[in-house]
C-alpha cells in the first residue's frame, strides 16, 4: 500500500503563541519542532511521500532540503483544511493511505510512527491521542475517508465520525505521539538553533 505523510505548519511566527515566548526563541522553537517531525517520517516513509502544507517560506524550504514535497497552504489558514488539501494532493499522485502528523512532538520516535502503521493492517482509522486523551496527534486513513476534525475535542468528533461511517478505527498510545507543546512548561529540552538538515534515523 502506498501510505503518504501530511504535514501541516503555521508560519514560524504564528506558531505556539501561548507559550508567551519572545518572537526569536518562537520562531526557533517552531522550526526545531518541524526539522525533528520531517526526520522522523523521512526515517519511515521515502521523502518523495512526505508533504508539507504551509504558507512559511522558511518552512518550506526546510522541507525541500529533507526531499519532502511542499504544497503551498491557501490564505485560508485553517489547519483542517490545509490536511484536507495535502490528503488530495496525496491521492492524485497515488496515495492509498494518508498519514497526518503534528509539528508540536519533540518526543516523537521513528518507532511512534511505524507502530502508527502496523496498527493500519485490519483498520480503516488510526489515531494517536493527545496526552489529555481529547486531541488528535496523529490520524492515518485512506485519503479524506474522514474529515478532519481538528480542534477542541479533537479525538472524540473523530471517534464520532467513525462510528457513523460504520470504519473499523483503533487508538495508539505512545509518549512521543501524546506529548505535544500546547502551554509553557511542556517541554524543556536544550534546543539547538539554525542547525542545518541532516538526514538521520530518529
Not at 504564528?14 to 526515517?43: M, W, Y
Not at 496515495?95 to 502508527?116: G, I, N, Q
Not at 491521542?129 to 474529515?147: F, I, K, S, V
Request: net charge negative; glycine share 6%.
Amino acid at each position: 500500500m502506498a501510505v503518504w505523510a501530511v504535514i501541516p505548519a503555521k508560519p514560524f511566527l504564528l506558531g505556539k503563541s501561548r507559550l508567551n515566548l519572545p518572537d526569536e526563541q518562537r520562531i526557533a522553537i517552531n522550526r526545531h519542532f518541524l526539522e525533528h517531525v520531517l526526520t522522523c517520517v523521512t526515517s519511515v516513509l521515502p521523502a518523495s511521500h512526505v508533504v508539507l502544507v504551509t504558507r512559511d517560506e522558511a518552512a518550506l524550504t526546510i522541507a525541500r532540503r529533507a526531499g519532502a514535497r511542499c504544497l503551498l497552504e491557501g490564505a485560508h489558514g485553517d489547519l483542517n483544511a490545509a490536511l484536507g488539501e495535502g490528503a488530495r494532493f496525496a491521492e492524485d499522485r497515488g496515495a492509498e493511505a494518508v498519514l497526518s502528523v503534528a509539528t508540536d512532538l519533540p518526543d516523537l520516535t521513528a518507532d511512534d510512527l511505524r507502530a502508527m502503521l502496523d496498527a493500519f493492517a485490519g483498520n480503516d482509522v488510526v489515531l494517536a491521542p493527545d496526552e489529555q486523551g481529547t486531541g488528535t496527534n496523529a490520524m492515518l486513513m485512506a485519503p479524506n475517508r474522514l474529515p478532519y476534525c481538528h480542534g477542541e475535542n479533537s479525538l472524540w468528533r473523530h471517534l464520532e465520525a467513525a462510528r457513523e461511517a460504520k470504519l473499523r478505527f483503533t487508538l495508539v498510545r505512545r509518549d512521543g505521539l501524546s506529548r505535544d507543546v500546547d502551554f509553557p512548561g511542556q517541554w524543556h529540552a536544550p534546543l539547538q538553533l539554525h542547525h542545518p538538515w541532516q538526514r538521520q534515523e530518529c
